[in-house]
């Protein structure tokens, strides 16, 4: 029956009717939040080149996980910015390295109250800034790397975290991890493998944020922008690895890898809005071009409506309180 019987906009009418019959919708329990972690510092440190996201030190680092946990939101995602740094990346094994600190920190804090995170790669730590080791010639060395990953996914799992986030595109991480853990008797931690991550122009800001020292690029483990048959394939190893969760990173420029992922696998999907993508609105808000809070909530949306159950977001404090207001 076409118009005038028809009316699409008769469910748009007010803001009450478009709540009603709103198809997609964003959680708060569903955000993770990133967060650094510096070592040696006594009050938190601005990150220029994201605007309102800091260098925690260890006491503010309590203060705003406590803060997160607050607004609602689902999860933690804990970086570590040591002092040293060195060829192997040592510290992030080292169970009094900053990273594994920091998680017995939050942990005590917030206990079960949300989920605590970490990120299991080498290239916070290393003095080349690469996510593993390098042979003599330069390259990242894949099979030597899975040994220091086994080695970090423990010491973290020993300080408490509840999701191992494997990071570095090693090929084998994931069954690597996943045994490394269970031998050690850590079989309820879970892995939220990086499965999708792409070599993007669109990490610049987490660079300034971890201070990274990377010498070249790494599109010899990250994956071409250009490919989503790839991805799947990722995707595919690393449950049949044994991830617990699965995560494509970006999330804006990739929500057809997003949609994709999600109708392949009957694991959690999640996305990581990362430095760039939010850089680039906090930016264009500042200059009054476009509305803040609302681009802020389109893109989560967009996300979610992508098929992304998780999103990490440095949005996900302000978001989960706006979210909360609004339902």
């Known amino acids: 029956m076409p118009y005038p019987e028809i009316r699409p906009r008769r469910l748009r009418r007010n803001a009450a009717v478009r709540r009603l019959v709103s198809e997609t919708r964003v959680d708060p329990a569903e955000l993770v939040v990133p967060m650094f972690v510096k070592e040696g510092l006594t009050e938190p440190r601005a990150i220029a080149s994201l605007p309102g996201v800091l260098q925690h030190s260890r006491d503010s680092l309590r203060k705003a996980a406590a803060e997160a946990v607050q607004a609602g939101v689902g999860g933690i995602m804990l970086f570590g910015v040591p002092e040293q740094r060195d060829p192997t990346g040592s510290g992030g094994i080292d169970p009094d390295g900053i990273l594994n600190v920091a998680i017995r920190d939050v942990v005590a804090e917030v206990g079960d109250a949300t989920v605590v995170m970490s990120d299991l790669c080498l290239d916070e730590f290393t003095s080349h800034g690469h996510c593993g080791l390098l042979t003599p010639g330069g390259d990242v060395d894949n099979d030597a790397t899975l040994e220091a990953y086994a080695g970090m996914a423990v010491a973290q799992a020993a300080a408490g975290v509840g999701v191992v986030g494997p990071s570095g595109m090693m090929d084998g991480q994931i069954a690597v991890v996943r045994r490394a853990l269970d031998a050690a008797g850590h079989q309820d931690v879970a892995v939220l493998a990086y499965a999708v991550k792409y070599a993007s122009a669109f990490y610049g800001p987490f660079r300034d944020a971890v201070e990274s020292a990377l010498e070249g ?79 802020m909530l389109e893109t989560l949306t967009s996300i979610r409506r992508a098929g992304a159950q998780i999103i990490l977001t440095y949005w996900a404090v302000e978001a989960a309180q706006l979210l909360r207001q609004r339902y």
């Open 217 to 295: 690029d790494r599109r010899t483990y990250q994956q071409d922008p250009a490919n989503l048959r790839e991805s799947l394939r990722e995707v595919e190893l690393d449950v049949a690895e044994g991830a617990d969760m699965v995560m494509v990173k970006p999330a804006l420029p990739y929500l057809d890898v997003v949609a994709a992922v999600r109708a392949a696998v009957d694991v959690p999907v999640a996305a990581y809005q990362v430095s760039g993508e939010y850089a680039m609105v906090e930016a264009a808000a500042a200059n009054g071009w476009i509305d803040r809070e609302r681009v």
